[in-house]
C-alpha cells in the first residue's frame, strides 16, 4: 500500500543543466512541488544561474548572464528616442514624469482621439498595466491633467515640428499617393481671458490620421508664408496635398510641385480672377466635364453625398496657366 503524501508537500529545490548548440551549458534553479491532481510535480520558479563555458562542469566558474532586456522596452526607447531632443528645463533631480515616456503616452492617447489634458491623464491610469510592462522605468504615480500639460507646453517649445516628422516616420505606412492637409485652427480651450487664441499650423497625413509637422503662428505673422516653409522640411514625393482657400497661393502651388508631388487647392474669389473664370466654366456648361465617382460619408447620423466635376486646366488663359505651377492639361486627364 502506498504511503500517503502530506497535504502540504514540501517544495523540492533542483539544478538543472541544458547544454546550448555553441557548447554553453546553461544553469537553472528549479523550484517544484508534488501537484496529487496531475500526479507529477509542479514547476513554481525558474531562476538562471549562469552559464558554464564548452567543456566545464564545474559550478563555481558560471559565467553570469546579461540582463534580459523586457519585451517590448527595445520598441519603447526607439519610439521615445526623439523625444530625448527636447532640451528639458525642470530640475533634473526632482523629475517624476520623465519627458520621452509622457511625450510616448501623449501621441498613444491622441491615436485614440483622447487630446484634452484630462483625458490624456485619464488614459495614462486605464493603461498603466500595459504601460509599466512596455516602458521599463515608467512613474508609479499617477499624472494629473496640470503636469500633461505643463509638459505639453515644454515640447512645444523645442522644435515640435521636427520632433512630430521623427516620430511619425515610424508610424506611417507607404502608400502610392497619399493625401496631405494642410489646414490652421485657434486652439481656443488653451486661451485665458487676456489672451488671443494661438494659431496652429497643422500638416496632416489623412490617410494614416497622422501629424507630420505642426507650427504655432505669431500674431504678427501669416499661415501662408509658413505653409510654404513647413512643407518644404517634409518628404511629400508622390503625394497629393490638399488646402483651404488661403493657401491656394502661386508659390505654395511651386513648392509642391518642385518637392514632386501634386496639389488639390480649394478656389474662393481671394483669386479674384482664376476664380471668376474657373466658375463661368462651370455655370455656363457648355464644356464637356468628367464626373468624379460619387462619395458618400456618414457622421454621426447624417449621410452627406459628393459629385465631383473635373474641367481641363488648358480652358484657362495662358496668362492664368503661366502662374499656376503643373496646371492638369486635356491630355492629364
Same mark, same amino acid.
Given at each position: 500500500?502506498?504511503?500517503?503524501?502530506?497535504?502540504?508537500?514540501?517544495?523540492?529545490?533542483?539544478?538543472?543543466?541544458?547544454?546550448?548548440?555553441?557548447?554553453?551549458?546553461?544553469?537553472?534553479?528549479?523550484?517544484?512541488?508534488?501537484?496529487?491532481? !496531475?500526479?507529477?510535480?509542479? &514547476?513554481?520558479?525558474?531562476?538562471? =544561474?549562469? #552559464?558554464?563555458? +564548452?567543456?566545464?562542469? *564545474?559550478? %563555481?566558474?558560471?559565467?553570469?548572464?546579461?540582463?534580459?532586456?523586457?519585451?517590448?522596452?527595445?520598441?519603447?526607447?526607439?519610439?521615445?528616442?526623439?523625444?530625448?531632443?527636447?532640451?528639458?528645463?525642470?530640475?533634473?533631480?526632482?523629475?517624476?514624469?520623465?519627458?520621452?515616456?509622457?511625450?510616448?503616452?501623449?501621441?498613444?492617447?491622441?491615436?485614440?482621439?483622447?487630446?484634452?489634458?484630462?483625458? !490624456?491623464?485619464?488614459?495614462? &491610469?486605464?493603461?498603466?498595466?500595459? =504601460?509599466? #510592462?512596455?516602458? +521599463?522605468?515608467?512613474? *508609479?504615480? %499617477?499624472?494629473?491633467?496640470?503636469?500633461?500639460?505643463?509638459?505639453?507646453?515644454?515640447?512645444?517649445?523645442?522644435?515640435?515640428?521636427?520632433?512630430?516628422?521623427?516620430?511619425?516616420?515610424?508610424?506611417?505606412?507607404?502608400?502610392?499617393?497619399?493625401?496631405?492637409?494642410?489646414?490652421?485652427?485657434?486652439?481656443?480651450?488653451?486661451?485665458?481671458?487676456?489672451?488671443?487664441?494661438?494659431?496652429?499650423?497643422?500638416?496632416?497625413?489623412?490617410?494614416?490620421?497622422?501629424?507630420?509637422?505642426?507650427?504655432?503662428?505669431?500674431?504678427?505673422?501669416?499661415?501662408?508664408?509658413?505653409?510654404?516653409?513647413?512643407?518644404?522640411?517634409?518628404?511629400?514625393?508622390?503625394?497629393?496635398?490638399?488646402?483651404?482657400?488661403?493657401?491656394?497661393?502661386?508659390?505654395?502651388?511651386?513648392?509642391?510641385?518642385?518637392?514632386?508631388?501634386?496639389?488639390?487647392?480649394?478656389?474662393?474669389?481671394?483669386?479674384?480672377?482664376?476664380?471668376?473664370?474657373?466658375?463661368?466654366?462651370?455655370?455656363?456648361?457648355?464644356?464637356?466635364?468628367?464626373?468624379?465617382?460619387?462619395?458618400?460619408?456618414?457622421?454621426?447620423?447624417?449621410?452627406?453625398?459628393?459629385?465631383?466635376?473635373?474641367?481641363?486646366?488648358?480652358?484657362?488663359?495662358?496668362?492664368?496657366?503661366?502662374?499656376?505651377?503643373?496646371?492638369?492639361?486635356?491630355?492629364?486627364?
Amino acid at each position: 500500500m502506498p504511503r500517503p503524501r502530506s497535504e502540504t508537500p514540501k517544495e523540492h529545490t533542483s539544478i538543472i543543466r541544458a547544454k546550448r548548440k555553441d557548447g554553453w551549458t546553461y544553469v537553472q534553479r528549479v523550484v517544484s512541488v508534488y501537484d496529487p491532481k !496531475i500526479k507529477n510535480s509542479k &514547476r513554481l520558479s525558474t531562476e538562471y =544561474l549562469g #552559464k558554464l563555458p +564548452p567543456g566545464e562542469t *564545474d559550478l %563555481e566558474k558560471l559565467v553570469p548572464l546579461e540582463p534580459r532586456r523586457r519585451k517590448g522596452s527595445l520598441k519603447a526607447d526607439k519610439i521615445s528616442a526623439p523625444a530625448k531632443e527636447v532640451a528639458d528645463p525642470r530640475d533634473q533631480s526632482r523629475i517624476i514624469y520623465p519627458l520621452d515616456i509622457v511625450f510616448c503616452v501623449i501621441l498613444l492617447a491622441a491615436m485614440e482621439g483622447k487630446t484634452s489634458c484630462t483625458e !490624456i491623464a485619464e488614459f495614462w &491610469r486605464q493603461c498603466r498595466p500595459l =504601460l509599466s #510592462k512596455t516602458f +521599463p522605468n515608467f512613474p *508609479d504615480e %499617477e499624472i494629473s491633467h496640470d503636469t500633461v500639460r505643463r509638459i505639453t507646453m515644454i515640447i512645444g517649445k523645442d522644435k515640435n515640428a521636427a520632433l512630430i516628422e521623427r516620430f511619425v516616420k515610424m508610424l506611417r505606412s507607404k502608400l502610392s499617393h497619399p493625401i496631405i492637409a494642410v489646414d490652421g485652427q485657434a486652439v481656443r480651450a488653451s486661451r485665458n481671458s487676456a489672451e488671443h487664441s494661438p494659431y496652429v499650423l497643422n500638416i496632416m497625413d489623412a490617410d494614416n490620421e497622422l501629424i507630420l509637422a505642426q507650427q504655432v503662428i505669431g500674431e504678427k505673422n501669416n499661415e501662408i508664408t509658413h505653409a510654404t516653409k513647413l512643407i518644404s522640411t517634409l518628404d511629400i514625393q508622390g503625394a497629393i496635398v490638399t488646402a483651404d482657400a488661403l493657401n491656394t497661393q502661386t508659390e505654395f502651388a511651386a513648392k509642391i510641385i518642385a518637392e514632386k508631388a501634386d496639389y488639390c487647392l480649394a478656389l474662393k474669389a481671394n483669386q479674384d480672377l482664376t476664380y471668376e473664370q474657373v466658375r463661368g466654366f462651370f455655370e455656363l456648361g457648355t464644356h464637356d466635364y468628367k464626373t468624379a465617382r460619387p462619395s458618400v460619408t456618414d457622421q454621426s447620423g447624417k449621410i452627406t453625398k459628393r459629385k465631383t466635376r473635373v474641367l481641363p486646366g488648358s480652358l484657362l488663359p495662358k496668362e492664368i496657366r503661366d502662374k499656376w505651377a503643373s496646371v492638369l492639361t486635356a491630355e492629364s486627364l
